[in-house]
């Protein structure tokens, strides 16, 4: 997005490594901000949000991307205290960031987007992964955007429900023993990079959309709506 002409504000938990990734674009012709943000505190949303209308003025397009693994554990086992934790930032972050950037983008007019990041696990919940907590929380960020989609209908924000899984995290849940080959080898291996540049906006308004990159390594799935 920085290369393509946009001012970046890229927000993490981790302020040290959100700085470094944000040092990293520093060759781009565009400002890029980073900011401390906790996605599970409305209050931390709010401040991001400030921030970068402080420095860059409007919101045009706004990345709900935070999001938190769950693998390897029963739902009968799973401890109340991880079940909030991944609602808190799966869910509560997509909740916070709608109810927040969406009327940010909608005062000034222009076009805009949201970009919801789900997950594969969205559309099915695979035997041996145990990771239905993560799943759920996917699912949720799916019926949130379709919900926030049909909202928006006639205004000038689009929404995208996006998937995308890096090489670097799909190697480290093979490492970590929670996907067997053959299911990993089902999920896509694609560039973030390519998705947000090539997709934002959608081309599409109001369809379902699985995207897929020269980097893919598995056959679009179809979900009917």
Request: hydrophobic content about 40%; charged content about 20%; aromatic content about 6%.
């Amino acid at each position: 997005l920085a290369e393509a002409g946009a001012n970046v504000v890229m927000a993490d938990i981790q302020k040290a490594a959100v700085e470094e990734a944000a040092h990293g674009l520093s060759g781009t012709n565009k400002r890029v901000m980073p900011v401390r943000l906790d996605v599970t505190q409305e209050q931390s949303v709010l401040d991001a949000l400030a921030e970068a209308e402080r420095n860059f003025g409007k919101l045009h397009i706004a990345c709900n991307n935070a999001g938190v693994p769950m693998h390897g554990t029963r739902l009968i086992d799973v401890p109340s205290a991880d079940w909030e934790f991944v609602i808190g930032v799966n869910i509560w972050g997509i909740i916070h960031g709608i109810r927040h950037f969406v009327p940010a983008i909608l005062k000034h007019g222009e076009e805009g987007h949201i970009v919801n990041t789900a997950s594969v696990a969205g559309f099915q919940n695979r035997r041996g992964t145990n990771q239905g907590p993560y799943s759920m929380s996917k699912y949720a960020a799916l019926s949130l955007s379709e919900a926030l989609e049909h909202e928006l209908e006639g205004t000038n924000v689009g929404v995208s429900v996006r998937h995308i899984v890096t090489t670097i995290s799909a190697q480290s849940s093979l490492s970590a023993g929670f996907f067997s080959s053959e299911v990993a080898a089902e999920f896509w291996i694609c560039s973030g990079r390519r998705l947000a540049v090539a997709r934002v906006p959608s081309k599409r308004p109001g369809a379902t959309q699985l995207t897929s990159t020269s980097g893919a390594k598995a056959t679009a799935m179809h979900r009917v709506r």
